[in-house]
């Protein structure tokens, strides 16, 4: 998915949905936690039950990114 912004100067810029998303993420664990992941994980994790799916997704994304190391 692709989305437009017009910038003061009427010339458009087009960014994929994903890029957006990551941006914005990246900013809010910035401002919030310092960059500090699993203090962001702890605190959505903290009042909330996840599914054995859910961890096995979440096992295999830390793993996939411990690789990128």
Not at 44 to 64: G, P, Q, V, Y
């Amino acid at each position: 998915m692709q989305v437009s912004f017009q910038n003061v100067f009427g010339t458009g810029l087009t960014y994929a949905r994903e890029q957006i998303i990551r941006q914005e993420s990246n900013m809010f664990l910035e401002k919030t936690f310092g960059g500090n992941i699993p203090e962001l994980c702890a605190t959505f994790l903290k009042d909330r039950k996840i599914t054995r799916e859910e961890a096995e997704k979440l096992k295999k994304m830390i793993e996939e990114a411990s690789e990128k190391i």
